[in-house]
């Protein structure tokens, strides 16, 4: 099978996220998903032979690039909302019930995001214990909590933030908060 590159085109115009900005950032995710088509036809055609550096590079290399493109994915398909979460939901209160309050729980994803790197802030449930936590992720493949489901996705690169803020990615966080499409992540909470 082949992946497509999904249109995100509808987040155009969101506050707080230029034209340009948005337009590279669909750039840099079609990227992705051409770099995941490419490794799939590279290692099809390679002989499955472990002792041959170039196909063990490919196959490591296939973290990076699937998780870039479906990691972005997630993040694209939270955004576009008005930023309100019903606290009293099944996600609000699941949030209070596992963070303490949807307050303590905002404060440690933000922590999470500001952190120096790359990488990606994630709301995460555990599928095994049900409970939520916020994970950094290093660059798109390093820190993922095995068989977790993604419940909100953020993207902590500079390419996400640097050409409206600078180096000010705590402003950039406010913003993104500000369009979270909060039905889209209820969805995902199992
Ligand atoms: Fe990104």
Known sequence: ????????SNLM????FSETLLK?????YQGYVNNTNKLCDLLNSKAKDATNPEYAELKRRMGFEFNGMRLHEYYFENLGGKGVLDKSGKLGR?????????????????????????GWTI????NIAGKLMNQWINEHETGHPA??????????F?????????LKRADY???????????????RLK
Not at 24 to 28: C, G, K, Q, R, S
Not at 175 to 186: L, M, P, T
């Open 1 to 8: 099978m082949v992946y497509s590159a999904k249109d995100y």
């Open 13 to 16: 115009g969101m506050e707080g």
């Open 24 to 28: 590279n950032h669909f750039t840099l």
């Open 94 to 118: 699941k949030l209070t019930e596992d963070f303490g309050s949807y307050e303590d729980w905002e404060r440690d994803f933000k922590a999470t995001g500001a952190m120096r790197g790359i």
């Open 123 to 126: 709301l995460y449930q555990d």
């Open 147 to 156: 068989g977790c489901i993604l419940i909100l996705v953020m993207d902590v």
């Open 158 to 166: 500079e390419h996400a933030f640097m050409t409206d803020y600078g």
């Open 173 to 187: 966080i406010g913003a993104f908060f500000k369009n979270i499409n909060w039905d889209v992540v209820e969805g």
